[in-house]
């Protein structure tokens, strides 16, 4: 079975930088692109950025370029996301997701991150 | 950026009913579009890749048609576990991006 495990929500002040964790098992972690997408609440999916395991090549969406980094340790099989300069916009959802292609594949379970002072 | 433009944004249905959701981007994608649904409180999940071809597991039901800048999503005979939101997405070139969504909502 494939497992994409994240980690727990948090509640962060603006201005403040998270990092997500994305836990992967059950496939062969530098043969699949890893990406992220975040649903605000109430919203829609929005595409944010990939990672390469095999090369740590990266392609970000440019709303997030600059502000946002993703990477993977493929000692651990694990990427990871950071946003920092974090506003109340946002407050999200974050999926990881892992696929062999460009389209997202499989899932992790989201990651609340809530921006608030 | 390819822009994504997905109709209606909400529909109530019944049980059995037959229904359509049409996905229109701002170029042309090489048949590279996508459909998921998705669950209150879950994650999506992949039904349609390349227009037409359904992911494993997904039932004969759900049908995806079209070229070039318009496409389609049919649900023939909607069963209980269909009612959701579903978004169409292309993934033909970066940034990858996905219609706004279709709220499947119970008559």
């Known amino acids: 079975d494939v497992h994409l495990v994240q980690s727990g929500a948090e509640l962060k002040k603006p201005g403040a930088t998270v990092k997500i964790s994305c836990k992967i098992s059950g496939i062969t972690f530098t043969d699949h692109y890893i990406h992220w997408v975040r649903q605000a609440p109430g919203k829609g999916l929005e595409w944010m950025g990939l990672?390469?395991?095999?090369?740590?090549?990266?392609v970000y969406a440019e709303t997030f370029q600059g502000r946002v980094s993703i990477n993977a340790v493929t000692t651990a099989d694990t990427s990871y996301m950071e946003v920092s300069t974090l506003t109340s916009e946002d407050t999200a959802v974050y999926f990881c997701?892992?696929?062999?292609?460009?389209?997202?594949?499989?899932w992790g379970q989201g990651t609340l991150i809530t921006v608030s002072s | 950026d390819i822009q994504m433009t997905q109709s209606p944004s909400s529909l109530s249905a019944s049980v059995g009913d037959r229904v359509t959701i049409t996905c229109r981007t701002s170029?042309?994608?090489?048949?590279?579009l996508a459909w998921f649904q998705q669950k209150p409180g879950k994650a999506p999940k992949s039904l349609i890749y390349g227009v037409s071809s359904l992911q494993s597991a997904v039932p004969s039901r759900f049908n995806g048609s079209g070229s070039g800048t318009d496409f389609t999503l049919t649900i023939s005979s909607l069963q209980p576990e269909d009612f959701a939101t579903y978004y169409c997405q292309q993934y033909n070139s970066y940034p990858l991006t996905f219609g706004q969504g279709t709220r499947l909502e119970v008559k």
């Open positions: 170029q042309g994608i090489n048949n590279f």
């Open positions: 990672v390469d395991p095999e090369d740590g090549e990266t």
């Open positions: 997701s892992a696929s062999t292609t460009t389209l997202p594949y499989y």
